[in-house]
């Protein structure tokens, strides 16, 4: 595959697994974990492109985007509203 496609794929997989988290996991997600999430679900191939750095530094990198920008929307979300 190549990276743009495995990014696009890596970003909406970060969603799907997210979803799974209770209030305590999403403090801390772990990339290790979701990388054992996409073997577990098959879709360990999406980790499989070129790259300069590498394809897990890069994989982390959109994951560590992904659920930061997912957690600071949940965290507004949550806030009472005044």
Do not use: T
């Not at 988290?21 to 360990?44: C, I, M, R, T, V």
Request: proline residues 2%; positive net charge; hydrophobic residues 40%.
């Amino acid at each position: 595959m190549k990276k743009s496609e495995c990014e696009k794929n890596i970003r909406l997989l970060c969603q799907e697994w997210a979803r799974g988290f209770s209030a305590a996991q999403s403090d801390h997600p772990s990339f290790l974990a979701f990388k054992a999430w996409l073997k577990k679900n098959g879709y360990e191939h999406h980790l499989n492109f070129r790259s300069v750095m590498g394809a897990d530094h890069d994989a982390e990198m959109w994951f560590d985007e992904e659920l930061k920008q997912n957690l600071a929307q949940a965290r507004h979300l949550l806030q009472p509203h005044r």
